[in-house]
């Protein structure tokens, strides 16, 4: 079922196209969170949005939740690549690149959750500036497998913003044409492993 993703807004007569944001989520044997944070990017407040799923050959029930996940949602903004053999997480998300089609993108590690308006803040910061931005973070916190908050790295008017040392790729975001090149990766590739990587099922 397609979802009524908003791609534009109407400023005055102009019609303004928004930028597609990529989302990428890779897991590895992590049944017991990835719904979780599905879930997180089914929540976004910005519309325009793909998700890619990756998982790196988990060995627990991982694929049978994200599927069945996607099954309940029945939206086509998700879909899922499920790797014949573990390469690991960064040539996961390399697979994962060479699959998406947006202006940006966002990496979510399945244990990992997002703040309804993180897509929304990232695009408005990159789109808020005079000139291109190749990188954006935001802070983030640690949470307990009951959602209690343990720790974070906002502090209330505490510290000034901008890029930190301790910034993870869970809370950040780059133009996708930036990190397929950064990567190697060919960008916009038929859905399936691209090119010399290990093959996957995509669904």
């Not at 890779?26 to 929540?43: D, G, K, P």
């Not at 190749?134 to 916190?141: A, P, V």
């Not at 780059?174 to 397929?180: E, K, R, S, V, Y």
């Amino acid at each position: 079922m397609a979802i009524d993703a908003k791609q534009s807004v109407k400023v005055g007569a102009t019609l303004i196209n928004l930028p597609k944001f990529s989302a990428v989520i890779t897991s590895h044997n992590y049944e017991s969170f990835v719904e979780q944070a599905i879930e997180s990017v089914r929540a976004q407040t910005y519309a325009n949005f793909e998700c890619l799923i990756v998982d790196d050959q988990s060995t627990d029930n991982s694929v049978r939740t994200i599927k069945k996940a996607l099954a309940r949602m029945k939206d086509d903004r998700f879909r899922l690549v499920a790797l014949e053999k573990n390469v690991g997480q960064l040539a996961a998300m390399k697979i994962a690149v060479s699959q998406l089609t947006g202006d940006f993108v966002g990496f979510l590690d399945a244990d990992d959750l997002w703040a309804p308006d993180f897509i929304r803040s990232h695009v408005m910061a990159h789109l808020g500036r005079e000139q291109a931005n190749s990188f954006s973070c935001s802070d983030l916190g640690v949470i307990s497998s009951d959602g209690r908050l343990l720790a974070s790295t906002w502090h209330q008017l505490a510290k000034p913003r901008g890029i930190r040392s301790d910034a993870t790729q869970s809370n950040a975001v780059t133009p996708l044409n930036d990190i397929a090149e950064l990567v190697g990766a060919p960008r916009g590739a038929s859905k399936g492993a691209s090119k010399g990587a290990p093959k996957g099922t995509s669904e």
